[in-house]
């Protein structure tokens, strides 16, 4: 059984320039988070999704970030314009059932900004 | 009331130890208590779990205990292993939200 997959596994960006990371959910699941690690801190929730839907995006900055989860392919978290600020491991999770289901965590996308 | 509180922030234990991580929350509407294990350079992975309707669970050597009354959790690891060195990080949710709130974590160090 194939776990949650992200690429890339670390991703270098100027700033300015967009970041666009990937997530595949464990075969069946049909819900997504979206979470980001900042170095020496703890996992912070960025957003929920199901298939074509957003569930609750309250941890998404106002601008510049953006999630999409499409019917077919890979759920997406992109981040426009970025900044040093923005240089965090940025880690999918999956699950079943939502609500207070089991979420099963991809390795990660660490994002370096310069 | 949103956040959970994790301590201590660093543990230093001998092989064949126990160590115990200590969480409290405030939201009486949590529900749900994962415990993630994450090494360096890798995604969390789920430990072990415990809902409220229980005080205690225990799988293999890892064990959470549960305090509704005083909102608190703890993990213990029963005779701790040098593999067993990693942050952990308690986390919470509600049914009605699936976010986790995580701890601020603890890094485990083992010592041979």
């Known amino acids: 059984n194939a776990g949650v997959m992200q690429n890339p596994r670390h991703l270098v960006r100027r700033r300015g320039q967009e970041a666009r990371l990937r997530c595949s959910p464990v075969?069946?699941?049909?819900?997504v988070y979206w979470y980001r690690q900042l170095p020496e801190e703890g996992l912070k929730f960025m957003v929920y999704?199901?298939?074509?839907?957003?569930?609750?995006e309250s941890g998404m900055p106002k601008e510049r970030f953006s999630a999409e989860f499409p019917k077919e392919g890979p759920s997406i978290l992109r981040i426009q314009q970025v900044v040093r600020g923005d240089s965090a491991a940025y880690f999918c999770?999956?699950?079943?059932?939502?609500?207070?289901?089991?979420?099963?965590f991809g390795p990660g996308t660490r994002l370096t900004v310069t | 009331q949103q956040q959970v509180k994790q301590s201590p922030q660093s543990l230093i234990v001998q092989k064949g130890g126990i160590s115990i991580i200590n969480c409290a929350y405030e939201?009486?509407?949590?529900?749900?208590f994962p415990w993630y294990q994450q090494f360096p350079g890798k995604g969390p992975a789920l430990l072990i779990a415990?809902?409220?309707?229980?005080s205690e669970k225990k799988e293999g050597r890892f064990t959470i205990s549960f305090n509704k009354s005083a909102k608190q959790f703890s993990l213990h690891i029963m005779d701790s292993q040098p593999g067993d060195s990693a942050t952990y990080f308690c986390a919470a949710t509600s049914s009605n939200t699936g976010k986790l709130i995580f701890g601020q974590g603890t890094t485990l160090q083992v010592k041979p």
């Open positions: 075969k069946g699941h049909s819900h």
């Open positions: 939201n009486t509407a949590f529900d749900y």
């Open positions: 999770a999956s699950s079943p059932l939502g609500g207070d289901g089991e979420q099963y």
């Open positions: 415990i809902r409220p309707d229980v």
């Open positions: 999704l199901q298939k074509e839907n957003i569930i609750d």
